[in-house]
Protein backbone atom coordinates (compact mmCIF):
# COMPACT_ATOMS: atom_id res chain seq x y z
CA UNK A 1 0.00 0.00 0.00
CA UNK A 2 1.07 3.52 -0.80
CA UNK A 3 1.56 6.02 2.22
CA UNK A 4 0.68 9.13 1.60
CA UNK A 5 2.56 12.07 2.67
CA UNK A 6 0.55 15.54 3.55
CA UNK A 7 2.34 18.95 3.66
CA UNK A 8 1.28 21.38 6.27
CA UNK A 9 1.73 25.07 7.03
CA UNK A 10 4.36 25.35 9.36
CA UNK A 11 3.15 26.16 13.12
CA UNK A 12 0.56 28.52 13.67
CA UNK A 13 2.10 28.96 17.62
CA UNK A 14 5.87 28.58 16.83
CA UNK A 15 6.97 28.72 13.44
CA UNK A 16 7.98 25.17 13.64
CA UNK A 17 7.72 22.38 10.76
CA UNK A 18 5.26 20.08 11.13
CA UNK A 19 5.05 16.55 10.05
CA UNK A 20 2.29 14.07 9.74
CA UNK A 21 2.51 11.37 12.52
CA UNK A 22 0.27 8.60 13.88
CA UNK A 23 -0.65 9.66 17.28
CA UNK A 24 -4.24 8.51 19.87
CA UNK A 25 -6.56 10.73 20.45
CA UNK A 26 -9.06 10.49 23.65
CA UNK A 27 -12.54 11.74 23.11
CA UNK A 28 -14.64 12.17 26.28
CA UNK A 29 -18.96 12.06 26.68
CA UNK A 30 -19.41 12.86 30.14
CA UNK A 31 -18.42 9.75 31.68
CA UNK A 32 -17.50 7.91 28.62
CA UNK A 33 -14.24 7.64 26.88
CA UNK A 34 -13.38 6.53 23.79
CA UNK A 35 -9.16 5.83 22.30
CA UNK A 36 -8.77 6.31 18.58
CA UNK A 37 -6.03 5.38 17.48
CA UNK A 38 -2.96 5.29 14.60
CA UNK A 39 -5.22 9.14 13.88
CA UNK A 40 -3.28 10.98 10.92
CA UNK A 41 -1.85 14.02 12.77
CA UNK A 42 0.28 16.93 11.56
CA UNK A 43 2.55 17.36 15.06
CA UNK A 44 4.66 20.71 15.30
CA UNK A 45 8.24 19.19 15.72
CA UNK A 46 8.75 22.45 17.99
CA UNK A 47 6.06 22.41 20.27
CA UNK A 48 4.36 19.36 19.69
CA UNK A 49 0.85 21.15 19.07
CA UNK A 50 -1.17 18.66 17.09
CA UNK A 51 -2.59 19.97 13.79
CA UNK A 52 -5.57 17.98 11.66
CA UNK A 53 -6.15 17.96 7.91
CA UNK A 54 -9.65 18.93 7.26
CA UNK A 55 -10.77 15.75 6.07
CA UNK A 56 -9.41 13.56 9.23
CA UNK A 57 -10.91 16.36 11.40
CA UNK A 58 -14.49 15.76 9.62
CA UNK A 59 -14.07 12.25 10.10
CA UNK A 60 -13.43 12.30 13.64
CA UNK A 61 -16.07 15.10 14.30
CA UNK A 62 -18.33 12.36 12.61
CA UNK A 63 -17.31 9.55 14.47
CA UNK A 64 -17.65 11.58 18.29
CA UNK A 65 -21.19 12.10 17.65
CA UNK A 66 -21.91 9.27 19.77
CA UNK A 67 -20.36 6.24 21.84
CA UNK A 68 -19.16 3.81 19.45
CA UNK A 69 -21.90 1.21 19.09
CA UNK A 70 -19.37 -1.61 17.58
CA UNK A 71 -15.75 -0.97 19.29
CA UNK A 72 -13.08 -3.33 20.72
CA UNK A 73 -12.90 -2.57 24.60
CA UNK A 74 -9.84 -2.79 26.22
CA UNK A 75 -10.01 -2.34 30.22
CA UNK A 76 -8.01 0.31 32.16
CA UNK A 77 -7.31 1.50 36.13
CA UNK A 78 -9.62 3.92 37.53
CA UNK A 79 -7.04 5.39 40.26
CA UNK A 80 -8.58 7.96 42.88
CA UNK A 81 -6.15 10.49 43.48
CA UNK A 82 -6.05 11.22 47.05
CA UNK A 83 -5.57 7.01 47.09
CA UNK A 84 -2.28 7.33 45.07
CA UNK A 85 -1.15 11.22 46.67
CA UNK A 86 -1.00 8.70 50.47
CA UNK A 87 1.12 6.13 49.06
CA UNK A 88 3.49 7.77 47.67
ZN1 LIG B 1 4.88 24.72 17.31
Not at 39 to 47: D, E, I, N, S
Not at 62 to 68: G, I, V
Request: some cysteine; glycine content about 4%.
Amino acid sequence: MKQESHSYDDCHICGGHVKEVRQRKDHYWKDKVAVFNDVPTGQCQKCGSPYYRPEIRARLDKLTRRPPANARYISVPLVRYANVSRSI
